[in-house]
Protein backbone atom coordinates (compact mmCIF):
# COMPACT_ATOMS: atom_id res chain seq x y z
CA UNK A 1 0.00 0.00 0.00
CA UNK A 2 1.15 3.47 -0.88
CA UNK A 3 1.29 5.87 1.87
CA UNK A 4 3.14 9.63 1.52
CA UNK A 5 3.19 11.12 5.55
CA UNK A 6 4.19 15.11 5.63
CA UNK A 7 5.56 16.19 8.65
CA UNK A 8 7.16 19.01 10.35
CA UNK A 9 4.57 22.07 10.23
CA UNK A 10 4.26 24.52 12.65
CA UNK A 11 3.86 27.96 13.87
CA UNK A 12 6.64 30.30 13.18
CA UNK A 13 7.61 34.28 12.79
CA UNK A 14 8.56 35.61 9.31
CA UNK A 15 11.59 35.28 8.27
CA UNK A 16 11.76 32.10 9.97
CA UNK A 17 12.65 28.56 8.67
CA UNK A 18 10.74 25.62 8.51
CA UNK A 19 11.78 21.64 7.14
CA UNK A 20 8.83 19.51 6.06
CA UNK A 21 9.55 16.00 5.51
CA UNK A 22 7.62 13.39 3.10
CA UNK A 23 8.23 9.66 4.10
CA UNK A 24 7.34 7.58 0.96
CA UNK A 25 6.01 4.16 1.72
CA UNK A 26 5.18 0.95 -0.28
CA UNK A 27 6.96 2.25 -3.57
CA UNK A 28 9.29 4.26 -5.35
CA UNK A 29 8.34 7.04 -8.05
CA UNK A 30 10.02 8.58 -10.52
CA UNK A 31 9.31 12.54 -9.10
CA UNK A 32 7.85 14.10 -6.17
CA UNK A 33 6.65 17.03 -5.92
CA UNK A 34 5.37 19.78 -2.99
CA UNK A 35 2.41 21.57 -3.65
CA UNK A 36 0.25 24.11 -1.04
CA UNK A 37 -3.11 25.24 -0.26
CA UNK A 38 -4.54 28.61 1.59
CA UNK A 39 -7.84 28.87 2.68
CA UNK A 40 -10.06 29.64 -0.14
CA UNK A 41 -7.09 29.19 -3.00
CA UNK A 42 -6.78 26.42 -5.37
CA UNK A 43 -3.72 24.20 -5.00
CA UNK A 44 -0.52 25.59 -6.22
CA UNK A 45 2.30 23.93 -7.33
CA UNK A 46 5.47 24.61 -5.00
CA UNK A 47 8.89 22.44 -5.98
CA UNK A 48 9.39 19.39 -7.61
CA UNK A 49 12.66 16.56 -7.84
CA UNK A 50 13.46 13.83 -9.78
CA UNK A 51 14.11 10.74 -7.95
CA UNK A 52 17.88 10.58 -9.30
CA UNK A 53 18.28 13.95 -7.75
CA UNK A 54 19.45 16.08 -10.35
CA UNK A 55 16.83 18.29 -11.81
CA UNK A 56 14.35 20.44 -9.40
CA UNK A 57 11.95 23.00 -10.20
CA UNK A 58 10.50 25.83 -8.70
CA UNK A 59 7.84 28.29 -8.46
CA UNK A 60 8.83 31.88 -8.81
CA UNK A 61 6.93 32.77 -5.50
CA UNK A 62 9.40 30.55 -3.64
CA UNK A 63 12.42 30.03 -5.73
CA UNK A 64 15.78 31.11 -3.95
CA UNK A 65 13.93 30.34 -0.29
CA UNK A 66 12.99 26.61 -0.66
CA UNK A 67 14.93 23.95 -1.19
CA UNK A 68 13.37 20.62 -2.37
CA UNK A 69 15.62 17.50 -1.81
CA UNK A 70 15.13 13.81 -1.34
CA UNK A 71 17.34 11.14 0.22
CA UNK A 72 16.14 7.53 -1.55
CA UNK A 73 17.98 5.65 0.96
CA UNK A 74 15.85 6.46 3.58
CA UNK A 75 12.91 7.08 0.80
CA UNK A 76 12.24 10.99 2.47
CA UNK A 77 11.55 14.03 0.48
CA UNK A 78 12.28 17.57 2.18
CA UNK A 79 11.53 20.96 1.79
CA UNK A 80 14.04 23.20 3.36
CA UNK A 81 11.72 26.62 3.65
CA UNK A 82 13.87 30.07 4.65
CA UNK A 83 12.90 33.10 4.84
CA UNK A 84 9.49 32.77 5.67
CA UNK A 85 6.52 35.29 4.89
CA UNK A 86 2.72 35.19 5.41
CA UNK A 87 1.81 34.41 2.34
CA UNK A 88 4.03 31.43 2.85
CA UNK A 89 1.14 30.18 5.38
CA UNK A 90 -0.84 27.04 3.97
CA UNK A 91 -1.60 23.64 4.12
CA UNK A 92 1.65 21.73 2.56
CA UNK A 93 1.06 18.61 0.67
CA UNK A 94 3.74 15.73 -0.39
CA UNK A 95 2.67 14.01 -4.03
CA UNK A 96 4.45 11.46 -6.25
CA UNK A 97 4.17 10.80 -10.04
CA UNK A 98 5.41 8.05 -11.87
CA UNK A 99 5.53 10.82 -15.21
CA UNK A 100 8.99 11.10 -16.27
CA UNK A 101 9.31 14.85 -16.84
CA UNK A 102 9.29 17.23 -13.95
CA UNK A 103 5.60 18.68 -13.58
CA UNK A 104 3.62 21.38 -11.86
CA UNK A 105 0.59 20.49 -12.60
CA UNK A 106 -1.28 18.78 -9.64
CA UNK A 107 -3.53 16.46 -11.83
CA UNK A 108 -0.39 14.69 -13.30
CA UNK A 109 0.69 13.39 -9.78
CA UNK A 110 -0.56 10.02 -8.75
CA UNK A 111 -0.63 10.08 -4.89
CA UNK A 112 -1.21 12.54 -2.31
CA UNK A 113 -0.21 12.79 1.64
CA UNK A 114 -2.70 14.18 3.62
CA UNK A 115 -0.76 17.82 4.29
CA UNK A 116 1.08 19.68 7.13
CA UNK A 117 -0.16 22.83 8.41
CA UNK A 118 2.46 25.80 8.17
CA UNK A 119 1.40 29.25 9.46
CA UNK A 120 4.02 32.48 9.33
CA UNK A 121 3.04 35.28 11.86
CA UNK A 122 3.93 38.73 10.43
Known amino acids: QVQLVESGGGLVQAGGSLRLSCAVL??????YGWFRQAPGKEREFVAV????????YYSEAVKGRFTISRDNAKAMVYLQMNSLKPEDTAVYYCAATTSLALRSRASTYDYWGQGTQVTVSS
Open 26 to 31: GRTFNN
Open 49 to 56: VRRSGDST
